[in-house]
């Protein structure tokens, strides 16, 4: 079993930056492929970011290649999702996710955390 709890969202401006942070609890985090995804209301929960155990691969939704970097700490058992240039279209709910194997959809992952709230102003 696997906890994971996010943090670091917020109210911010369109251009400003946040960093997500995503700490994991239980099993050995560094097993796991971890993954950010976003969701707002009346969607579908959707992919932004995933990030392969070791770090070494990463995968990008189109709509934030550029602008957002996943990253993991394995020592701390932290993935982290630095997002810059916010848009008021990056407004959503993040999720955290974790799964053993390096997939790009939701039933690829079978750790969830509760999610963090990410809202930019115009």
């Known amino acids: 079993q696997v906890q994971l709890v996010e943090s670091g969202g917020g109210l911010v401006q369109a251009g400003d930056s946040l960093r997500l942070s995503c700490a994991a609890s239980g099993r050995t985090f560094r097993n796991y492929h971890m993954g950010w995804f976003r969701q707002t209301p009346g969607k579908e929960r959707e992919l932004i970011a995933a990030?392969?155990?070791?770090?070494?691969?990463?995968r990008y939704a189109d709509a934030i290649k550029g602008r957002f970097t996943i990253s993991r700490d394995n020592a701390k058992n932290t993935v982290y999702l630095q997002m810059n240039s916010l848009k008021f279209e990056d407004t959503a709910v993040y999720y955290c996710?974790?799964?053993?194997?390096?997939?790009?959809?939701?039933?690829?992952?079978?750790?969830w955390g509760q999610g963090t709230q990410v809202t930019v102003s115009l």
């Open positions: 990030i392969s155990w070791n770090g070494i691969t990463t």
């Open positions: 996710a974790g799964g053993a194997v390096f997939g790009l959809r939701a039933v690829d992952f079978g750790y």
